[in-house]
């Protein structure tokens, strides 16, 4: 298998533009989770899906950040207007099961909002 | 709550001298641990992780790591260090809630 694809893997737009972040999970996996990397805050859980349906946004920051996975292959993590505080790393991983089973992540998307 | 802390922000160790990366967790339950390796520009990847059963835990690259109930520690260890060993470590607990991540521990090998 050819593991957790993200793309883009570099994004850098301007302020108030919409960006797009897409992850292919790995087949077979049940659990899609999107995590967010900054220096100040660490790894941080946005969202996770069990078979498609979003169970915890708990940790998307604003109504600006919205996540979609219209099928059991692709997911998206948009974010409409950017601003420059959303500069981060966002990592997809995709697991087997919840508690037990180790995430594969993928290299993730490089986000500079300008 | 649930809580993971890596006291250590960096470790050094030359290369050929056992490495020890430290983690504390607090939780509700019966703890499941991981240890997670991220290497500059690329994402986590899985070295090992403690469900039950034997405390010693063995896993990828030659680590390995002690699980100790009544420390509530899960330290991360490698008999004989590699500089290819020099990465960002982390450390993540899952509890009754979801999986929490340490704020990671900086390993630098020298040659």
């Known amino acids: 298998d050819a593991g957790v694809i993200q793309s883009p893997r570099h994004e850098v737009t301007e302020m108030g533009q919409e960006v797009t972040l897409r992850c292919k999970p790995i087949s077979g996996h049940d659990y899609l989770f999107w995590y967010r990397q900054t220096m100040m805050r660490g790894l941080e859980l946005l969202i996770y899906?069990?078979?498609?349906?979003?169970?915890?946004d708990s940790g998307m920051p604003e109504d600006r950040f919205s996540a979609k996975m219209p099928n059991a292959s692709f997911s998206t993590l948009k974010i409409q207007p950017s601003e420059p505080r959303d500069s981060a790393v966002y990592f997809c991983?995709?697991?087997?099961?919840?508690?037990?089973?180790?995430?594969?992540f993928g290299e993730g998307s490089r986000l500079t909002v300008l | 709550a649930q809580s993971v802390a890596q006291p250590e922000d960096q470790v050094n160790v030359a290369e050929g001298n056992p490495l020890t990366v430290k983690c504390t967790y607090s939780v509700s339950g019966n703890p499941y641990l991981f240890w997670y390796v991220q290497y500059p520009n690329r994402g986590l990847q899985f070295l090992l992780k403690y469900i039950t059963g034997d405390n010693l835990v063995k896993g990828s690259y030659g680590f390995e790591a002690e699980f100790n109930k009544s420390q509530t520690s899960f330290h991360l260890k490698k008999p004989s260090a590699l500089v290819s060993d020099s990465a960002l470590y982390f450390c993540?607990?899952?509890?009754?809630?979801?999986?929490?991540f340490g704020a990671g521990t900086t390993v630098t090998v020298r040659a």
């Open positions: 899906f069990n078979n498609n349906v979003p169970i915890d």
């Open positions: 993540a607990v899952r509890g009754s809630y979801k999986l929490s």
């Open positions: 991983a995709s697991s087997e099961t919840l508690n037990t089973g180790e995430l594969f």
